[in-house]
């Protein structure tokens, strides 16, 4: 049995964030998958996302929040025993923020980063076939989130999964998890 610890998937939209997370939480006796998404869903007005002017204080308080609700969920889950993976459009100092909020250990963080033409492929996929829509006309780009992924800190485990199915990503992070800690130090005694 796996040590319960907190992991932080992030990639753009249509990286492939949920499968991945799903099945690696299954990997463990006692998995819980929180999907950071869904705290904003729960807001049934009042809301504001950082769409358009990415700057506006109301829509970053707001996304600060759910970035800290969904770290707190994972805490409590481990505490309780579970690993808890968290899958979330985290990016850039954001991520560093996030893991500093966890108290578990261990943490590990995971960069899905399929190529822009692999993302545009699976997003009209998921159109055409469960009518999601990852980008709307007048919102992000897949460019422009992809730019914003560049800019996250490097540490972890980043994953080309273009070439790979959600199980060999699974696979592949299982066999290079001492990678994707973010914990160095303290796995060696140190911090």
Same mark, same amino acid.
């Given at each position: 049995?796996?040590?319960?610890?907190?992991?932080? /998937?992030? @990639?753009?939209?249509?990286? @492939?964030? =949920?499968? #991945?997370?799903?099945?690696?939480?299954?990997?463990?006796?006692?998995?819980? $998958?929180?999907?950071?998404?869904? &705290?904003?869903?729960? !807001? +049934?007005?009042?809301? /504001? $996302?950082?769409?358009?002017?990415?700057?506006?204080?109301?829509?970053?308080?707001?996304?600060?929040?759910?970035?800290?609700? =969904?770290?707190?969920?994972?805490?409590?889950?481990? !505490?309780?025993? &579970?690993? *808890? #993976? +968290?899958?979330?459009?985290? &990016?850039?100092?954001?991520?560093?923020?996030?893991?500093?909020?966890?108290? *578990?250990?261990?943490?590990? %963080?995971? #960069? %899905?980063?399929?190529?822009?033409?692999?993302?545009? =492929?699976?997003?009209?996929?998921?159109?055409?076939?469960?009518?999601?829509?990852?980008?709307?006309? @007048?919102?992000? *780009?897949?460019?422009?989130?992809? !730019?914003? /992924?560049?800019?996250?800190?490097?540490?972890? %485990?980043?994953?080309?999964?273009?070439?790979?199915?959600?199980?060999?990503?699974?696979?592949?992070?299982?066999?290079?998890?001492?990678? !994707? =800690?973010?914990? /160095?130090?303290?796995?060696?005694?140190?911090?």
């Amino acid at each position: 049995m796996r040590r319960p610890g907190v992991w932080l /998937v992030t @990639g753009v939209q249509a990286a @492939g964030k =949920s499968t #991945v997370a799903d099945l690696l939480v299954r990997q463990y006796d006692r998995g819980v $998958h929180v999907r950071g998404g869904q &705290f904003y869903r729960w !807001a +049934v007005r009042g809301w /504001v $996302h950082p769409l358009g002017d990415v700057h506006d204080p109301e829509a970053r308080r707001l996304l600060d929040l759910r970035y800290r609700l =969904s770290a707190m969920t994972a805490d409590q889950y481990c !505490a309780e025993g &579970f690993t *808890t #993976v +968290v899958q979330d459009n985290i &990016f850039g100092n954001d991520v560093a923020g996030w893991l500093d909020q966890v108290k *578990t250990r261990p943490r590990h %963080l995971v #960069v %899905l980063r399929p190529s822009i033409a692999v993302v545009t =492929s699976r997003d009209a996929e998921r159109r055409r076939t469960l009518g999601k829509i990852a980008y709307r006309p @007048g919102e992000h *780009t897949i460019e422009q989130l992809d !730019a914003a /992924v560049r800019t996250t800190p490097r540490m972890g %485990l980043w994953l080309d999964t273009s070439g790979q199915t959600p199980q060999q990503t699974v696979d592949e992070i299982l066999a290079r998890q001492a990678e !994707a =800690s973010v914990d /160095v130090a303290d796995d060696r005694g140190g911090g």
